[in-house]
């Protein structure tokens, strides 16, 4: 084990760094990184001989050495290029919270903080929540997270508020070499509803994004997220989401997994009763780029409905990864579930993974999956060439409609729109 | 405008044309009418340039160009339209996103700029409402659970935008209620013009009551056997194929 570790870059300046960490005089704060410390140290970043991570090796990271970068000069167009213009913005630079690239004002019923910041001013307000919706058992990327995250952002919807714009959290990487180790808390209220979106992008080329959502759901409260992954092409990202969901709550999540050389991405949602969960995702892959997506649906009481449905574009030597658990409990009768995974593999070097787990605890339910890896029908590009459309645009007409079909289904048309945007870049067809 | 000349066409090795010669004249329409097995769909998927057939003699000339010589979608801008016998759904690419893409190609081909936005509308529309279609259709995917009708519709309604010099109608008629047949056969019949030629593939007499041919080729066993006015399409009806079959035209 030692020696496994010992050369774990991350283990050796960790101590160097702990004083540097927001909350260092809390007990239970200290108490949470003590115990995702030890759970890290045992066996450090997840590796291909655990099942969850059959797929996806990251021990390599162990000897990278990414290190925290503070807030640096961000070429202000570029960032803005990444903007929603109308939403409300959280702007997180190398991880830290940079209240003045932020647009917060207007804000009505929320309360949007860094969580450097709370852990300084108000942490009574942060204990007992942190940690809530994920523990650092999960695995060793949540310890990490657990032991390591600098700051981030909290966001708590009051009881009954419905926010008339979207919160988007811009995530920006700007220093080489950086990690960006960010905890979020997002909060809503009973019977509110939110929509939120994060985007994750970096200006440099080599950096370390490990990010960990924690999102809890009042009674009958709605929240729609969606996680825009436009990393560099070297980046290593590694974003988890993690709910909980009250009864009657509606969480419906959108992962767009455009970017990043290696990344992954955990949705995890607990449903209580009659609670409804859509996770829609799109993942696209060339080169050599790796990502891993896993998500994980846990019907916990009756009258539980889920509807899951991710697609898949891998070109080149790329290699995608798609497990979809879903886990109905003995006690979650009436849970109505579906999930579906369809795969484009437009190379043949490229490959995918697909793995969909149904575990499902009693019998008065109603479950299904399925699961698809093909190519490009030759008919459709024929028929789109007796059109006049040469093979090439044909295509990347056809392809770029497979994955438009997850972007067709976000609602919020300026979001809509930038995705739209950059699955043309992917797939270059004559102008719409 | 189209010279085929002693035409012989192999899938796998095995033999499906076997000297087939035909000229068509700009204007004209022609008809081939033939059993099943005759070689009528490999003819167009041939002309078409459908991949999987192998041309081992002669020759098919098209306005003065080697047919055979150009990609698919070069014979398409170059004014050959095929209409499918089994049009192909494309779910998640909108009808009228592909007339504009196949216009623009066609457009850029010949040296013109691309379609005004609005005048391609009104072209579009005009001809929807030619082959009696809802507009809706243009917004939906291509095909995607259209009913048979409806998709041999949408192929006439392509080249009614496109107005292709030569329109390759593989089997339209099959699947065709009388009342569909006789509106893609309006549609076809207000496309035809001095310059424009058709050649139709079809296994029954019916298309030929709704669209009148100039000339009438029978082609059995990779041949045409016998050629005529549109009396011949009677006499096929009458008397089916048997009595031409292994017969020289």
Not at chain 1, 99 to 116: I, K, P, Q
Not at chain 1, 167 to 196: C, F, K, P, S, Y
Not at chain 1, 373 to 397: C, H, M, P, W
Not at chain 2, 98 to 121: C, I, Q, S, T
């Amino acid at each position: 084990m030692m020696n496994e570790l010992s050369n774990n870059a991350y283990l050796a300046a960790y101590p160097a760094l702990a004083d540097s960490l927001p909350g260092r005089d809390l007990p239970w704060l200290q108490q949470l990184r003590n115990e995702a410390l030890q759970v890290f140290g045992q066996t450090g970043f997840p590796g291909n001989r655990e099942e969850e991570w059959r797929y996806t090796n990251l021990s390599a990271l162990g000897k990278t050495g990414f290190a925290p970068a503070a807030v640096g000069a961000v070429d202000a167009d570029w960032l803005n290029s990444y903007r929603l213009d109308n939403a409300f913005c959280v702007v997180l630079v190398n991880g830290c919270f940079a209240s003045d690239l932020s647009r917060l004002e207007g804000l009505e019923g929320v309360t949007v903080n860094g969580l450097a910041e709370i852990l300084t001013q108000n942490p009574a307000a942060l204990e007992g929540k942190l940690g809530q919706a994920v523990a650092s058992g999960e695995h060793n990327l949540v310890a990490f997270n657990n032991a390591w995250f600098g700051d981030g952002v909290t966001i708590e919807v009051a009881a009954k508020q419905v926010l008339d714009k979207p919160i988007q959290i811009l995530h920006v990487v700007t220093e080489a070499g950086a990690l960006a180790a960010t905890r979020n808390l997002i909060t809503i209220g009973d019977q509110a509803e939110a929509e939120i979106i994060e985007t994750y992008v970096g200006s440099t080329d080599s950096y370390f994004t490990a990010a960990v959502n924690e999102c809890l759901l009042g009674r009958n409260a709605g929240l729609t997220l969606t996680k825009v992954q436009l990393e560099a092409d070297k980046a290593q990202h590694f974003g988890g989401t993690y709910v909980k969901q009250a009864q009657d709550s509606r969480f419906l999540h959108h992962n767009f997994a455009l970017g990043g050389g290696l990344a992954r991405s955990d949705i995890h949602s607990d449903l209580d009763k009659a609670a409804e969960c859509s996770l829609n995702g799109l993942f696209v892959a060339g080169k050599r780029q790796h990502i891993d997506n896993h998500t994980r649906i846990k019907h916990l009481k009756p009258h539980g409905v889920s509807r899951e449905f991710y697609k898949g574009v891998l070109d080149n030597r790329a290699r995608g990864v798609f497990q979809g658990r879903v886990i109905v409990a003995e006690n979650a009768q009436r849970t109505d579930s579906e999930m579906n995974n369809r795969n484009l593999l437009l190379s043949a070097d490229a490959e995918v993974d697909t793995k969909p787990q149904l575990e499902i605890y009693n019998d008065d339910v109603k479950c299904s999956h399925g699961v698809t890896v093909g190519q490009l029908e030759e008919k459709s590009v024929f028929y789109l060439q007796s059109r006049g459309v040469d093979e090439a645009t044909a295509r990347n007409i056809l392809t770029f409609a497979f994955a438009n079909e997850m972007a067709d289904k976000v609602e919020n048309a300026e979001l809509k729109g930038l995705l739209l945007n950059e699955l043309l870049a992917r797939f270059p067809a004559m102008s719409l | 405008m189209l010279s085929i000349k002693n035409l012989h066409v192999s899938i796998n090795d095995k033999p499906i044309l076997k000297g087939l010669t035909l000229d068509i004249n700009p204007g004209e329409v022609h008809a081939i009418m033939g059993p099943n097995g005759a070689g009528k769909s490999t003819l167009s998927h041939v002309l078409s340039g459908k991949a999987g057939y192998t041309v081992t003699e002669g020759s098919v000339t098209y306005n003065g160009k080697d047919l055979l010589e150009l990609a698919p979608e070069i014979r398409a801008r170059e004014g050959v339209f095929l209409a499918f016998q089994y049009p192909v759904e494309i779910p998640g690419v909108s009808n009228i996103y592909l007339l504009k893409a196949a216009l623009n190609a066609m457009r850029k081909h010949h040296g013109l700029p691309e379609v005004d936005a609005m005048d391609f509308l009104t072209i579009v529309k005009s001809k929807v409402k030619l082959l009696q279609m809802d507009e809706k259709f243009l917004y939906r995917a291509v095909n995607e659970g259209f009913s048979g009708g409806e998709k041999k519709r949408n192929e006439i309604l392509q080249a009614a935008v496109l107005e292709p010099k030569l329109c390759i109608l593989d089997e339209t008629d099959s699947g065709l209620d009388i009342d569909a047949l006789r509106i893609v056969a309006e549609g076809v019949n207000s496309l035809r013009s001095a310059e424009r030629s058709f050649l139709m593939i079809t296994h029954y007499q019916r298309l030929l009551d709704y669209i009148k041919p100039d000339v009438v080729h029978v082609l059995a066993d990779g041949k045409i056997v016998k050629s005529g006015g549109p009396d011949l399409a009677l006499e096929l009806e009458e008397k089916g194929y048997s009595w031409l079959e292994g017969r020289a035209a």
